[in-house]
């Protein structure tokens, strides 16, 4: 069994490797011999690779939603496999809001019922990249403020929470500058699992994670959400833009104002725009009605 899972982690891994993302979705990759005379010109390889795949589905909330990732490219000039760049989709684009919402004293219970539903995820290649948890998240079900990261780090692999080492310390000093504990609020991130070495994760790592991260917005229903970084902000919003111009406005994600500034792990690299951060904190109390506590 051990000789298995270790060969189904080596082919993961190759495939990944190979830039082939989509290989265990729905849809197959057909390997065709090619002959001299089919070659196009300037070809130097033996293989041609023709995708052969189905728009894949995906259902949230028993909605389908339209594909947001398209079948690999083979270009004729190079003879190797180029996986096209998925349409970004917004979480307000991913699903229609809810009809009902959750009431307050069920959110607990809803976020359970959320968790389990991951169950043991093996449903990216995050799952066979030697992750130790799934790091769903953390905080008050009830929060009105939620923040959303990019994804664990080691100590949070270990701990099996999201913000616990260094950046998630930090995180900790900005929420408690704006007058909150960190038990008030709640926190997750795009994917669920460690990516290797800390990496970005890949769009269809991000992709498949977020269906569960809709869900966790959509039972919170937060006032506010602060995405944390330019990755947390590309899947929310769905645009591709820099973090400046994304910066000092409000933008809207499942019915919350949504506010994007810097990652903690970033300030901990240029502590110089920290002030930065603070400024989009302070754009979020006076939305909330929040006042930074004394000092003493």
């Excluded at 197959?28 to 589905?57: C, M, N, Q, W, Y």
Aim: proline letters at 6%; a negative charge; charged letters at 25%.
């Amino acid at each position: 069994m051990a000789g298995d899972v270790e060969q189904l982690r080596a082919y993961v891994e190759y495939f990944r490797d190979m830039g082939i993302y989509e290989f265990y979705r729905r849809g197959e990759l057909v390997f065709v011999e090619s002959s001299e005379s089919s070659k196009p010109a300037g070809s130097t390889g033996d293989v041609v690779v023709e995708a052969v795949a189905e728009p894949r589905i995906a259902v949230v909330e028993s909605t389908a939603v339209v594909e947001v990732s398209t079948p690999p490219v083979v270009s004729a000039e190079t003879n190797y496999l180029e996986t096209a760049i998925p349409k970004l989709v917004s979480f307000d684009d991913l699903a229609p809001l809810p009809e009902s919402r959750v009431a307050a004293r069920e959110k607990a219970g809803a976020l359970v019922a959320v968790r389990e539903e991951i169950g043991d995820c093996t449903r990216c290649p995050l799952a066979y990249a030697g992750r130790r948890s799934i790091v769903f998240g953390d905080g008050d079900p009830n929060a009105r403020l939620m923040f959303v990261g990019e994804g664990p780090g080691a100590d949070e692999d270990v701990q099996g929470l999201p913000f616990v080492g260094k950046a998630g310390q930090l995180l900790n000093n900005m929420i408690g500058a704006m007058g909150l504990k960190r038990e008030e609020v709640y926190i997750a991130n795009i994917v669920k699992c460690r990516p290797p070495q800390n990496r970005v994760p890949e769009p269809v790592e991000a992709n498949t994670c977020s269906q569960f991260l809709l869900k966790q917005i959509d039972v919170v229903q937060p006032q506010v959400i602060v995405a944390l970084g330019a990755t947390a902000a590309l899947y929310l919003l769905g645009v591709k833009r820099s973090l400046s111009s994304l910066r000092g406005q409000w933008h809207q994600c499942r019915g919350a104002k949504l506010a994007v500034t810097y990652h903690p792990a970033f300030l901990l690299r240029d502590p110089r725009q920290k002030g930065e951060a603070w400024k989009d904190l302070q754009m979020v109390m006076k939305e909330m009605g929040l006042k930074a506590p004394a000092k003493g």
